[in-house]
């Protein structure tokens, strides 16, 4: 099986890992298995100071959740370290890891998509291209990453719910004035900007960036403890007959496909909801 995320090593300091899972990047047990490897290397190299995490696909960083998924299998995935389900352990992890870690996004990260970004240390979006939302509440569900705690910290309770019930879509400019992205940039510009900050990070001393992103950490990060009751209730909030049958709707509509419902799938939940 080909594997999902390519790692390159640019230096002993930096790495870069790419998704590239098509048809539209889905998120999916593999994704989990091989995010929790890479999070372990990144805690265990006594070296690596950056990641920058992209896309190998422009229309698509990553995209959501697999739907179709077993459900059943999902929960009973074996905990990682923290003891915790593997899909919020590998957040937790990331978030607290000895690293800066940064999301360089092009195309859509909606629902686990937009968790793992969330989880980053900072995001950078391409103005053009970027798409960010948590489309869960629209299907019938309760986001299992629990993005409530990440983004009550970055934009405030009223914007972090704008967010999770509203449902839809934030292109880049908006997700930057809300806080959600660090900064909107040209897409020509992107990958030079992140390149750029990235090296210069990983030219400054470990120590200082692990010390200094470890107090940062202690004012800022949810507690760890606050996440495994967001994916019970996801699990509970999947199991209900609306949300089967909206997810259902949206599958028919090409939920899951390179299709104009994964484009603007903000839209599209609106259109199911409105046509019951």
Request: contains cysteine.
């Amino acid at each position: 099986m080909a594997r999902q995320i390519t790692i390159d090593k640019l230096s002993s300091g930096l790495w870069t890992a790419t998704f590239n899972n098509p048809p539209i990047n889905l998120i999916d047990p593999d994704t989990i298995g091989e995010l929790q490897d890479l999070v372990a290397e990144l805690e265990s190299d006594t070296e690596i100071k950056v990641v920058v995490f992209r896309s190998a696909d422009p229309d698509f960083f990553l995209a959501h959740w697999d739907v179709l998924a077993d459900k059943r299998k999902v929960a009973a995935m074996p905990p990682g370290p923290t003891g915790m389900h593997p899909w919020i352990d590998l957040l937790v992890r990331l978030s607290r890891a000895p690293v800066a870690s940064i999301a360089e996004i092009r195309g859509r990260a909606r629902g686990a998509g937009s968790e793992f970004v969330l989880a980053c240390d900072m995001r950078f979006a391409s103005r053009e291209s970027a798409v960010l939302g948590q489309f869960e509440v629209g299907l019938g569900a309760v986001p299992g990453g629990n993005p409530m705690a990440r983004l009550a910290g970055l934009m405030g309770r009223g914007r972090g719910l704008e967010v999770i019930l509203g449902a839809d879509d934030f292109p880049a400019e908006l997700a930057e004035r809300y806080g959600y992205v660090n900064r909107a940039l040209p897409d020509e510009e992107l990958s030079t900007f992140v390149e750029s900050f990235a090296r210069r990070l990983a030219s400054f001393e470990k120590y200082a960036i692990v010390g200094a992103k470890a107090l940062m950490d202690e004012v800022t990060l949810p507690a760890d403890a606050v996440f495994p009751s967001s994916l019970s209730a996801f699990f509970k909030s999947t199991a209900h007959p609306g949300t089967r049958k909206r997810a259902a709707s949206l599958l028919e509509r090409g939920l899951q496909r390179r299709s104009e419902t994964e484009l603007r799938l903000g839209q599209a939940v609106a259109e199911v909801s409105s046509s019951k």
